[in-house]
């Protein structure tokens, strides 16, 4: 049975850093993509960041340059280094594996405020 659980959310005053991590519990790992989503309070879930099962990633325009996706075969762990954050990047954060099958794990809460 896969499970994607995300940890690592919490309160940040803004310019802070945080750093998620996803554990991709029994999942053929190497064969999916790893991808972050958002989705802030009335507003539609939104793609952050893509790691390729092959290695390369991209980043929405609203957090490139300060957020850097990444994954770690071995572990199968998927990790999201978010760094000069701000206000609006307050959000619940979603893991997902996009495959042979799509999954999603629970979501954890990112708060930016002073």
């Known amino acids: 049975q896969v499970q994607l659980v995300e940890s690592g959310g919490g309160w940040v005053q803004p310019g802070g850093s945080l750093r998620l991590s996803c554990a991709a519990n029994?999942?053929?790992?190497?064969?999916?993509?790893m991808n972050w989503y958002r989705q802030a309070p009335g507003k539609q879930r939104e793609l952050v960041a893509h790691?390729?099962?092959?290695?390369?990633?991209d980043h929405s325009d609203a957090v490139r340059g300060r957020f850097t996706a990444s994954r770690d075969n071995a572990k199968k762990m998927a990790y999201l280094q978010m760094s000069s954050l701000k206000p609006e990047d307050t959000a619940v954060y979603y893991c997902?594996?996009?495959?042979?099958?799509?999954?999603w794990g629970q979501g954890t809460q990112v708060t930016v405020s002073s």
């Open positions: 790691v390729s099962k092959y290695g390369p990633s």
């Open positions: 029994g999942l053929d790992f190497t064969f999916y993509d």
């Open positions: 997902n594996a996009n495959g042979s099958y799509v999954y």
